[in-house]
């Protein structure tokens, strides 16, 4: 069985206030949407994310996901943008989800699908708890009963074929404000499974407040440090935290010997306590000969994300005296988020020397050392 999910990110932002998309805002040192993405990508097989390319392209940096096409004038029009997009890939399950909604609790997913096994779709709800009253001009008018009244949430899954075709039956007609609507509308069951209260909603500022404390109450700060060196050679290429630097030396390794990310990677996988770059990308293996060390520090990004945390801060002290490290710091930094898919603020490129002492003092080689703080699931 196939599984897709769309990831509905086109939405302005309008009632949430400020210049940048809500989906787009760091929390706990992520897009909110890449918290979105992250939780759903182990249980599908293709994310399908809907929005402005060049506004949330680079915060799904790194995550596996579908060519990102445009949304439409309405959450409807997106969500059928989406599964037009899909019908190459021909899913027979597809879940639909908010990028507004950053935190996917643990058994959503898995108790949606499993209710799909019996009934034409499913949503997460939680049941309505407080009195309802209806009012006009800052008057109540009347209450409205509570009973079997609900709250709906996303990821809500549906038959794919299904819900496009419903979807492309309702193009041009009233907007419905989520998808479960349009089985109702035809007549088809849909089930109902237990939501959550940490699956909240980001409409407001005070919502981006309440979910970073639920994020905060979950995780754990972790801190990992990292330090590493390699000698100048001749004819070898300057690359230091993924810039090639124009320098009439190079520095010597069994791959491209980029100090900076060495020791970067070194200080994740200390604070993962998963060892250290030998381990995962051992010298003595060929494969390893001369490779970019971006990939070194992808697969770091990736392991920190397998664990279900993130990135709070980085810090990379580059120890030599030359070349001059000031001027790429910039380049660096901007090189070094991308690769670990998070804001450029999140990582900091600094340089210092010896004061002409020991072996970088004489140029002989750079050293370099890396402080993390990662947030990882309590």
Not at 47 to 66: N, T, Y
Not at 322 to 341: N, Q, S, V
Request: glycine share 10%; proline share 6%; net charge negative.
């Amino acid at each position: 069985m196939k599984i897709a999910a769309i990831l509905v990110a086109a939405g302005t932002g309008s009632r949430f206030g400020g210049d940048t998309p809500k989906q787009v805002l760091l929390l706990h040192g992520k897009p909110v949407l890449r918290h979105a993405a992250e939780a759903l990508t182990g249980h599908v097989d293709l994310l399908q994310p809907v929005g402005d390319a060049a506004l949330i392209g680079p915060a799904l940096s790194g995550i596996p996901h579908l060519p990102i096409i445009p949304g439409g004038a309405e959450r409807q029009d997106s969500v059928r943008a989406g599964l037009q997009a899909l019908q190459p890939h021909a899913p027979d399950i597809v879940l639909v989800h908010d990028a507004a909604r950053p935190i996917i609790p643990a058994g959503t997913v898995e108790a949606v699908l499993e209710a799909l096994n019996s009934h034409s779709g499913a949503i997460p709800a939680l049941a309505v708890s407080d009195t309802l009253k209806r009012g006009a001009q800052n008057l109540i008018t009347e209450t409205v009963p509570r009973a079997n009244l609900f709250r709906a949430q996303t990821p809500q899954g549906f038959r794919y074929s299904e819900l496009l075709r419903l979807h492309l039956a309702a193009a041009g007609q009233a907007a419905a404000t989520d998808d479960a609507a349009l089985l109702e509308a035809a007549g088809l069951e849909v089930a109902l499974v237990p939501g959550a209260e940490q699956n909240i909603k980001l409409t407001i500022p005070a919502d981006f407040a309440q979910a970073e404390h639920l994020l905060g109450a979950r995780m754990t700060p972790r801190i990992g440090h990292g330090f590493d060196v390699h000698a100048m050679e001749a004819g070898r290429k300057m690359t230091i935290c993924g810039v090639t630097i124009p320098f009439e030396l190079g520095l010597a390794g069994h791959s491209d010997a980029d100090v900076g990310i060495h020791a970067l990677c070194d200080a994740i996988y200390g604070a993962l306590a998963e060892g250290d770059i030998g381990r995962h990308f051992p010298p003595s293996e060929n494969t390893w000969k001369d490779a970019d060390s971006a990939r070194f520090l992808r697969h770091a990004a990736e392991r920190i994300a397998a664990r279900g945390g993130g990135l709070a801060n980085a810090d990379v002290t580059l120890i030599c005296e030359r070349p001059k490290i000031t001027p790429h710091a910039p380049a660096m930094r901007a090189r070094l988020a991308e690769l670990l898919g998070v804001a450029i603020d999140l990582i900091s490129v600094k340089a210092t020397t010896t004061e002409r002492l020991g072996f970088t003092g004489r140029g002989e080689g750079i050293a370099a050392q890396a402080s993390v703080l990662i947030l990882l699931p309590a």
